[in-house]
């Protein structure tokens, strides 16, 4: 079986998603692996492909024209590629770009496509997929005939990837030329606020729930008694009650704390795509059925308001 990932970079730093995809691509069996990069010149292509030991071949689309994410032409190198190369399987990360190009290459190859996808078996030419639907609420098991596309959610496959020695071929393709009127105008770092979550060692991560910030000095006692940091979840953050530096999540920081306490936040797919590698998370909520539940090492169906003080008293006092 003939597996084609796209790689999600920014300068030639790969996504840890897309180790993801290459540790699944060999988990499922495929005979070979290539990997698809589009970059703005060669230096970053080699530098992509030194860090893919565990693939075969660096299809590489190498021009100033990708100096940036332009849709419409990485899109366009994709279904090229699909095109020449014929894969059996095609996997692509539940990243911006894996969104946008996803549907886009399924329409253009005429092969079906399984979103949000969580796990993965290959059965007598079958792609045997577990997706995430309603925000994680409901797994839909899903037997699509292969060929087919699978867009993979970040954080739900281990990276180990299988310890080869060599590096990767290149081989380049012609890039195409962008048609569309995109052009980007300036892409801009989100401002830190002086706080760098991803260095956090615990973090206590409070949801809507909050419904405000006249409570918040509960979450900000409890995380000074442990010495953590305090993070939200997207609402807490679009409501104003925390900075955007403290928000976790796919389109906030991605975090891997020894400890992470998180209160009154259901779960979605978008969260846990931040914190699901947190070496033990702990979930309360007032929901039994929340979707954390089914990811937190330990949890209690409780009052967030009753417990969080409580914890932080036992915790001052030890006992
Ligand atoms: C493209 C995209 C990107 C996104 N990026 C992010 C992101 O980076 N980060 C992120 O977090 N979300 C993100 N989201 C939003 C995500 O889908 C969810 O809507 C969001 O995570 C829900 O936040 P929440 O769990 O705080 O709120 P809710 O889903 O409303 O959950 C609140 C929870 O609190 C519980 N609760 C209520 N009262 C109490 C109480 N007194 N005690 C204990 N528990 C209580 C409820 O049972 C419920 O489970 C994104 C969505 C999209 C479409």
Same mark, same amino acid.
């Given at each position: 079986? @003939?597996?084609?990932?796209?790689?999600?970079?920014?300068?030639? *730093?790969?996504?840890?998603?897309?180790?993801?995809?290459? $540790? +699944?691509?060999?988990?499922?069996?495929?005979?070979?692996?290539?990997?698809?990069?589009? $970059?703005?010149?060669?230096?970053?292509?080699? @530098?992509?492909?030194?860090?893919?030991?565990?693939?075969?071949?660096? !299809?590489?689309?190498?021009?100033?024209?990708?100096?940036?994410?332009?849709?419409?032409?990485?899109?366009?190198?994709?279904?090229?590629?699909?095109?020449?190369?014929?894969?059996? +399987?095609?996997?692509?990360?539940?990243?911006?770009?894996?969104?946008?190009?996803?549907?886009?290459?399924?329409?253009?190859?005429?092969?079906?496509? *399984?979103c949000y996808v969580t796990e993965m078996t290959i059965e007598a030419s079958e792609m045997v997929t577990a997706s995430q639907v309603y925000g994680g609420k409901l797994v839909a098991n899903v037997k699509t005939?292969?060929? $087919?596309?699978?867009?993979?959610?970040?954080?739900?496959?281990? #990276? &180990? +990837?299988?310890?080869?020695?060599?590096?990767?071929?290149?081989?380049?393709?012609?890039?195409?030329?962008?048609?569309?009127?995109? /052009?980007?105008?300036?892409?801009?770092?989100?401002?830190?606020?002086?706080?760098d979550l991803t260095k956090a060692e615990r973090i206590v991560c409070i949801g809507r729930a909050l419904g405000g910030t006249e409570k918040l000095p509960i979450v900000e006692e409890l995380a000074n008694t442990?010495?953590?940091?305090?993070?939200?979840?997207?609402?807490?953050? &679009?409501?104003?009650?925390?900075?955007?530096?403290?928000?976790?999540?796919? #389109?906030?920081? /991605?975090?891997?704390?020894?400890?992470?306490?998180?209160?009154?936040?259901?779960?979605?797919?978008?969260?846990?795509?931040?914190?699901? &590698?947190?070496?033990? !998370?702990?979930?309360?909520?007032?929901?039994?059925?929340?979707?954390?539940?089914? @990811? $937190?090492?330990?949890?209690?169906?409780?009052?967030?308001?009753?417990?969080?003080?409580?914890?932080?008293?036992?915790?001052?006092?030890?006992?």
């Open positions: 079986m @003939k597996t084609l990932v796209y790689v999600d970079h920014v300068d030639g *730093v790969i996504a840890d998603a897309t180790f993801e995809l290459v $540790a +699944l691509a060999q988990s499922v069996g495929s005979s070979s692996v290539e990997a698809l990069v589009c $970059a703005g010149n060669e230096e970053i292509v080699e @530098k992509v492909a030194a860090q893919l030991p565990g693939i075969e071949n660096v !299809i590489a689309a190498s021009s100033s024209e990708f100096e940036n994410y332009l849709p419409n032409l990485h899109l366009q190198c994709l279904n090229e590629t699909i095109e020449l190369k014929n894969p059996d +399987l095609v996997l692509l990360s539940y990243s911006t770009s894996g969104v946008d190009m996803g549907s886009g290459a399924a329409y253009a190859s005429n092969l079906p496509l *399984v005939p292969l060929p $087919a596309i699978a867009v993979v959610m970040p954080g739900a496959i281990k #990276s &180990d +990837l299988a310890k080869k020695d060599t590096t990767p071929a290149i081989e380049t393709i012609t890039t195409p030329t962008d048609t569309t009127n995109i /052009k980007v105008v300036e892409s801009l770092q989100p401002e830190s606020g002086g706080i442990l010495d953590a940091e305090v993070a939200g979840s997207r609402p807490v953050i &679009d409501a104003g009650w925390l900075p955007k530096a403290r928000q976790v999540g796919k #389109s906030g920081t /991605k975090v891997k704390p020894k400890l992470y306490l998180m209160a009154g936040v259901s779960g979605a797919a978008e969260h846990l795509e931040g914190m699901s &590698d947190s070496e033990l !998370i702990i979930a309360l909520n007032s929901d039994e059925q929340a979707p954390i539940f089914s @990811k $937190a090492h330990y949890g209690a169906v409780c009052d967030m308001f009753h417990v969080l003080p409580v914890l932080t008293e036992r915790l001052q006092n030890n006992s």
